[in-house]
């Protein structure tokens, strides 16, 4: 991130009438911790914990001296991100799977942080007294901890931290300070925390109207993203050359789209709040959208051109604010649709953007790409530096480094939400994965290897009745007649969706599920998986299976460039096999593997996936390279017949570079 030479001043506005309370969420987050993945996901996160979520203590200065226990380093600008975003992954990674040296590491920080915090209740480095935003992450931290630890004094600790830091801003804000660039711009996260404290203060009995008003002040304080962005006519239809304004971080962008849906609750105008994020997420959509569900950012908005990058930073936050928006969201319908993108961030974008080791990332990563090196002065994306394509330990910028390890965490908090008032309990993402939910007083596995594979079974023990709600993912709602497609078993009874049409609503599958305490097979459910085409006017054709984004396999080779310790090293990643290749309008799609996925789930030269298709070559001319990357079409081009080839595709998730949106050939030009 660029940090603004300029202080972006914002008002404090008259706060109108005095909050009354919060709405009750229609869905309710599970805590973090009481959803833990199974196969390959645990395979997934248990690489993150034993990769650079638990070294980074020990080699990195932005954690080892950080500024947040009185070290030198995670103080570029003022700032001191570092730490706390390594936090917000750290701590439900820690909760989620069993790994010593992490759970050794984030006690650690978390309470000497706890340790050093100031008499008047300021948490972490005081060196620039309206920096409220440097602790955001931190608390969100705090959040998650605070879910997933039993009654007992660390939970009492982190409680009474959390508020006695409110009543610092609280002093700050009513002492002329204002709510400015960051702490302004992505102040909504601060907002969400401020309402998970009161939810918990309001549940034991005690008074929460001070943490109300101090929302309320922050919210009227900060950007108002919906009237002054989104949907103002300075939203950016168009990529951004080099930094414009602090407004057009893409970050901040995926940040705030969960504005409406979070400011919702304490407005009470809950279906106004999810229109104004769904508003804000089609904007970003229309204008800069990208085939694995994020959009183009290369630090500014970048635009829809498959060959323009997106941080990693950014993927993480979008999918923070989709699982936020499905779970405020006051529909079951416009929840799936928030689920959906949720779902191709987490199987294709983040994976896109991580090593099969999770030891090194790139800073941006490209739906379109055929190199990824240590330096590349020549480079198609705008504002970023020239190590910002390379795989590394902290390539172009340090935050992504820091950031990432929220992802497949709060993804997996995420694969569950319950709803105690209809007893549901909702299966939002299909991921292996064991939950314990309150309503039913259930335990429930969902066993698959999902999107690996094309079967489900939710193995359930449960003391009292409960509706269990199943989404279909996208790709299966959008079948004709699915009910026919679909095959599934109640207690080994199979139903027959198009005779029962109760068993589905709104793309949703309903399960009453009778008391029993047997651990038994309650539901299974079989499902198509066939690879299948989209095409869109500007980004040419994309081919998938099921939710996952297929990508051109280019028998990447890696050369390390750098080495830091550990596993930590920078690569360089280049091609060996041609790219320039155009996809005909029946390209011949077979699957030919299909396996149960590895102790990398997604490593490039054991992908549990593999398609082949019929491409057809295309000559330099007819797709030129463009600063080292592919460019736009040469639609004057007189294609000689093409050659046909036999390429494999893998999914998005198992490469580092790749060709994922393909020129469309008519039927003229094959
Ligand atoms: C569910 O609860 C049981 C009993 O308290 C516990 O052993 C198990 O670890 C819990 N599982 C999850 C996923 O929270
Ligand atoms: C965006 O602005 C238009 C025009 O003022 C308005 O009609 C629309 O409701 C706004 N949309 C949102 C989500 O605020
Ligand atoms: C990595 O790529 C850069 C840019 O092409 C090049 O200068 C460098 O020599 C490469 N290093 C190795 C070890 O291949
Ligand atoms: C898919 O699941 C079925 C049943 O659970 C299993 O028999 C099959 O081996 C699995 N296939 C793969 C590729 O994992
Ligand atoms: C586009 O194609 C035309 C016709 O083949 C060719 O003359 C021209 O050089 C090409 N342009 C580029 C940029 O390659």
């Given at each position: 991130?660029?940090?603004?030479?300029?202080?972006?001043?914002?008002?404090?506005?008259?706060?109108?009438?005095?909050?009354?309370?919060?709405?009750?969420?229609?869905?309710?987050?599970?805590?973090?911790?009481?959803?833990?993945?199974?196969?390959w996901?645990?395979a997934q996160?248990?690489l993150?914990?034993?990769a650079?979520?638990?070294?980074?203590?020990?080699?990195?200065?932005?954690?080892?001296?950080?500024?947040?226990?009185?070290?030198?380093?995670?103080?570029?600008?003022?700032?001191?991100?570092?730490?706390?975003?390594?936090?917000?992954?750290?701590?439900?990674?820690?909760?989620?799977?069993?790994?010593?040296?992490?759970?050794?590491?984030?006690?650690?920080?978390?309470?000497?942080?706890?340790?050093?915090?100031?008499?008047?209740?300021?948490?972490?480095?005081?060196?620039?007294?309206?920096?409220?935003?440097?602790?955001?992450?931190?608390?969100?931290?705090?959040?998650?901890?605070?879910?997933?630890?039993?009654?007992?004094?660390?939970?009492?600790?982190?409680?009474?931290?959390?508020?006695?830091?409110?009543?610092?801003?609280?002093?700050?804000?009513?002492?002329?300070?204002?709510?400015?660039?960051?702490?302004?711009?992505?102040?909504?996260?601060?907002?969400?925390?401020?309402?998970?404290?009161?939810?918990?203060?309001?549940?034991?009995?005690?008074?929460?109207?001070?943490?109300?008003?101090?929302?309320?002040?922050?919210?009227?304080?900060?950007?108002?993203?919906?009237?002054?962005?989104?949907?103002?006519?300075?939203?950016?239809?168009?990529?951004?050359?080099?930094?414009?304004?602090?407004?057009?971080?893409?970050?901040?962008?995926?940040?705030?789209?969960?504005?409406?849906?979070?400011?919702?609750?304490?407005?009470?105008?809950?279906?106004?709040?999810?229109?104004?994020?769904?508003?804000?997420?089609?904007?970003?959509?229309?204008?800069?959208?990208?085939?694995?569900?994020?959009?183009?950012?290369?630090?500014?908005?970048?635009?829809?051109?498959?060959?323009?990058?997106?941080?990693?930073?950014?993927?993480?936050?979008?999918?923070?604010?989709?699982?936020?928006?499905?779970?405020?969201?006051?529909?079951?319908?416009?929840?799936?649709?928030?689920?959906?993108?949720?779902?191709?961030?987490?199987f294709n974008a983040l994976p896109g953007s991580l090593s099969d080791d999770l030891w090194s990332h790139p800073?941006?990563q490209f739906?379109?790409s055929y190199l990824a090196?240590?330096?590349?002065?020549?480079?198609?994306?705008?504002?970023?530096?020239?190590?910002?394509a390379m795989y590394?330990?902290?390539?172009?910028?340090?935050?992504?480094?820091?950031?990432?390890?929220?992802?497949?965490?709060?993804?997996?908090?995420?694969?569950?939400?319950?709803?105690?008032?209809?007893?549901?309990?909702?299966?939002?993402?299909?991921?292996?994965?064991?939950?314990?939910?309150?309503?039913?007083?259930?335990?429930?596995?969902?066993?698959?290897?999902?999107?690996f594979?094309?079967?489900?079974?939710?193995?359930?023990?449960?003391?009292?009745?409960?509706?269990?709600?199943?989404?279909?993912?996208?790709?299966?709602?959008?079948?004709?007649?699915?009910?026919?497609?679909?095959?599934?078993?109640?207690?080994?009874?199979?139903?027959?969706?198009?005779?029962?049409?109760?068993?589905?609503?709104?793309?949703?599958?309903?399960?009453?599920?009778?008391?029993?305490?047997?651990?038994?097979?309650?539901?299974?459910?079989?499902?198509?998986?066939?690879?299948?085409?989209?095409?869109?006017?500007?980004?040419?054709?994309?081919?998938?299976?099921?939710?996952l984004l297929l990508a051109l396999d280019l028998a990447e080779q890696h050369r390390s460039?750098?080495?830091?310790?550990?596993a930590?090293s920078?690569w360089n990643i280049t091609a060996s096999l041609?790219w320039?290749?155009?996809?005909?309008?029946?390209?011949?799609?077979?699957?030919t593997k299909?396996a149960?996925p590895g102790e990398k789930p997604m490593s490039n030269r054991d992908c549990p996936v593999r398609v082949e298709?019929?491409?057809?070559?295309?000559?330099?001319?007819?797709?030129?390279?463009?600063?080292?990357?592919?460019?736009?079409?040469?639609?004057?081009?007189?294609?000689?017949?093409?050659?046909?080839?036999?390429r494999s595709l893998l999914p998005y998730g198992c490469s580092s570079i790749r060709i994922a949106?393909?020129?469309?050939?008519?039927?003229?030009?094959?």
């Amino acid at each position: 991130m660029a940090w603004p030479s300029f202080c972006l001043l914002l008002g404090l506005a008259s706060t109108g009438e005095s909050a009354t309370g919060l709405a009750s969420p229609r869905w309710r987050r599970i805590p973090t911790g009481s959803v833990r993945p199974g196969g390959w996901l645990k395979a997934q996160l248990e690489l993150q914990a034993s990769a650079l979520t638990s070294h980074l203590p020990f080699f990195w200065d932005n954690i080892k001296e950080t500024s947040w226990l009185g070290g030198n380093y995670d103080s570029t600008a003022n700032i001191h991100q570092n730490t706390p975003y390594w936090l917000n992954g750290a701590v439900p990674l820690h909760l989620q799977v069993d790994n010593p040296v992490l759970a050794a590491v984030v006690e650690d920080y978390v309470f000497r942080i706890l340790d050093r915090q100031a008499a008047d209740g300021w948490l972490g480095p005081d060196t620039d007294r309206s920096d409220f935003y440097s602790r955001y992450p931190f608390l969100l931290a705090m959040v998650q901890y605070h879910e997933g630890l039993p009654d007992g004094e660390k939970r009492e600790r982190i409680l009474q931290a959390v508020l006695r830091f409110f009543a610092a801003v609280r002093e700050r804000i009513d002492s002329g300070l204002l709510v400015t660039i960051y702490s302004s711009l992505r102040a909504p996260e601060f907002i969400f925390v401020i309402h998970y404290f009161v939810d918990f203060l309001t549940a034991s009995g005690r008074d929460a109207q001070d943490f109300l008003d101090l929302a309320e002040k922050v919210y009227y304080g900060s950007f108002d993203w919906n009237s002054m962005w989104f949907n103002s006519s300075f939203f950016p239809r168009t990529p951004l050359p080099k930094f414009v304004s602090s407004e057009s971080n893409g970050v901040s962008n995926a940040q705030a789209v969960k504005r409406g849906v979070v400011w919702g609750r304490q407005s009470g105008g809950t279906a106004a709040g999810f229109a104004e994020s769904w508003f804000a997420w089609e904007q970003l959509q229309r204008f800069h959208g990208q085939v694995h569900g994020g959009f183009g950012t290369d630090e500014q908005l970048a635009g829809r051109m498959p060959s323009r990058g997106m941080e990693l930073c950014a993927v993480v936050e979008s999918m923070w604010s989709m699982a936020l928006a499905a779970q405020l969201a006051p529909t079951d319908g416009q929840a799936a649709e928030a689920l959906d993108f949720l779902e191709s961030l987490a199987f294709n974008a983040l994976p896109g953007s991580l090593s099969d080791d999770l030891w090194s990332h790139p800073y941006l990563q490209f739906v379109n790409s055929y190199l990824a090196v240590s330096n590349q002065p020549q480079h198609i994306w705008a504002s970023d530096g020239p190590q910002a394509a390379m795989y590394g330990l902290s390539p172009n910028f340090e935050c992504c480094t820091a950031n990432f390890h929220q992802g497949y965490p709060k993804f997996t908090s995420s694969l569950f939400f319950e709803d105690p008032v209809e007893e549901q309990l909702i299966s939002a993402v299909w991921a292996p994965s064991v939950v314990n939910a309150s309503v039913g007083q259930a335990r429930v596995e969902l066993r698959t290897s999902y999107p690996f594979n094309t079967s489900l079974e939710y193995w359930i023990q449960n003391l009292k009745p409960f509706l269990l709600k199943v989404r279909l993912p996208k790709f299966l709602r959008s079948l004709a007649n699915f009910e026919q497609s679909l095959h599934c078993w109640l207690e080994g009874r199979p139903v027959h969706l198009l005779k029962e049409p109760q068993f589905v609503k709104d793309g949703f599958l309903l399960f009453h599920i009778s008391a029993s305490e047997s651990n038994r097979l309650a539901v299974r459910i079989e499902f198509p998986m066939a690879p299948r085409l989209e095409r869109s006017a500007d980004q040419g054709v994309s081919a998938f299976l099921g939710p996952l984004l297929l990508a051109l396999d280019l028998a990447e080779q890696h050369r390390s460039v750098h080495y830091y310790g550990f596993a930590s090293s920078d690569w360089n990643i280049t091609a060996s096999l041609p790219w320039r290749l155009g996809m005909p309008s029946d390209p011949k799609l077979t699957v030919t593997k299909m396996a149960k996925p590895g102790e990398k789930p997604m490593s490039n030269r054991d992908c549990p996936v593999r398609v082949e298709a019929s491409l057809k070559e295309l000559a330099e001319e007819d797709w030129p390279e463009e600063h080292g990357a592919p460019g736009r079409l040469n639609r004057s081009f007189h294609p000689k017949p093409p050659k046909a080839v036999r390429r494999s595709l893998l999914p998005y998730g198992c490469s580092s570079i790749r060709i994922a949106a393909f020129p469309a050939l008519s039927l003229s030009e094959e």
